[in-house]
């Protein structure tokens, strides 16, 4: 949406203007006798319901046709009487301006957006009508810097869980036909999480499981999804084991398993990714690179042999180089290779999971770093020893020296008396 307007300045009484708008609808006759009774409503009930001729007024007088009639219509007590079908007829074509036409609906419908008191009920209706039009003229970009606003709105708005599910799905068909892969599957999630957990009927109703495969399956076709953890954690998702088990399993190979796992998968589901419209090249290429990050997560030593990524990821030799920098580019592993070594030095690793055998490599681990650092003290102790000693002989040795020396210089002295006394003698 646009920047708030607070005000829309129009110039006139609220008779002469519904008069002017009257005429220009062909019902002036009509209204005039509820005017001049002040029946407001009354008169604002016929010029919305013959303002569906709008939509093929010339397109240079429509803006002004229509914010005449939305400055009229917010003048009754009853405006959300009103609203709506508004809304609804600027969700239909504009056939005076076919190319034109959804940005000026769209305009229009801004303008009412931002007029309404942030509470009103109705601004969940104008949104839904934006929706519609923004579906219908391709505009997702101008609707998408608006969305981070969407929680606090539906909080404003107080809506109940069915119609934000709603709400949820038209955004993301509205981002899957703009080609925003990643946004339609954030809000298909927000829709399965609106689903009662602690509901089984509601998190395995028909309504449910089709939202949870449709999530599933944009994860599983997505070129950049590689954490499951977002759909393995929810309870519709999770219901899959029951209504459609041979996903389940796909879902628990994608999160968890090997690529050996989604071969034999294959072999004993022949026909399934086919029939069901999945991509066995997507898929056979996503299990290869969350292999290869498994295998460095539960490398201890950090070197990763170029045969044993060979052997897991089923490719020539040759190939291991071309596969480590897919899987370091997709931000599942960082490291660098070695190819004199034939080694990938690894970095840091993603845990696809981490269950007890992952607590049982983080435990082997820890204990080889307890074993190395137990080594390096022992081998800085006996150095610190070592040096002790050392420097305790050579302390001995100046000792030694120092006595020696104090000696000598005695018999000196006592030598030299002697002389002088005889000498004196």
Known sequence: MAPAMQHVFIDGTFADLAKELGDYLNIGADIQPLLDNNQKDEALKKLVTASTALNSTPEKEFTAAYNLLVYLVLQSP?????????????????????????????????????????????????????????????????????????????????????????????IADVAED??????????????????????????????????????????????????????????????????????????????????????????????????EGLDNSKLHRKMRLLTLASLAASTPSKELEYKRISKALQIPGEDVERWVIDVIRAGLVEGKLSQQKQVFLIHRTTYRVFGEKQWREVATRIDTWKNTLRSVKEVISRERQQAEMQKEREMQEVERKAAGLSGMSAGRRTGGKDMIEMGTD
């Open 78 to 170: 009853n405006v959300n009487m009103f609203l709506p079908r508004i809304c609804e007829n600027l969700s239909k074509p504009i056939t005076s301006s076919p190319i034109n036409g959804p940005g000026l609906a769209l305009s229009v419908l801004t303008t009412i957006f931002n007029l309404l008191a942030p509470d009103n009920e109705v601004r969940f209706n104008v949104f839904q009508a934006i929706l519609r039009l923004v579906k219908a003229g391709g505009l997702f970009e101008m609707l998408k810097p608006q969305l981070k606003k969407l929680d606090s709105w539906l909080e404003e708005w107080e809506v109940d869980e069915e119609d934000q599910r709603k709400l949820f799905g038209q």
């Open 178 to 275: 703009a080609g925003e892969e990643e946004q339609a599957y954030q809000y298909i999630l927000k829709s399965l999480r609106t689903f009662d957990p602690k509901d089984p009927e509601e998190i395995s109703s028909t309504e449910a499981q089709n939202l949870s495969l449709r999530a599933l399956k944009a994860a599983l076709l997505s070129n950049t999804h590689y954490d499951f953890h977002d759909l393995t954690s929810l309870p519709t998702v999770q219901a899959l084991s029951d209504s459609h088990p041979i996903y389940s399993e796909l879902l628990e190979i994608l999160a968890e398993k090997e690529l050996e796992d989604y071969n034999d998968f294959r072999d004993e589901h022949e026909g399934f990714i086919e029939k």
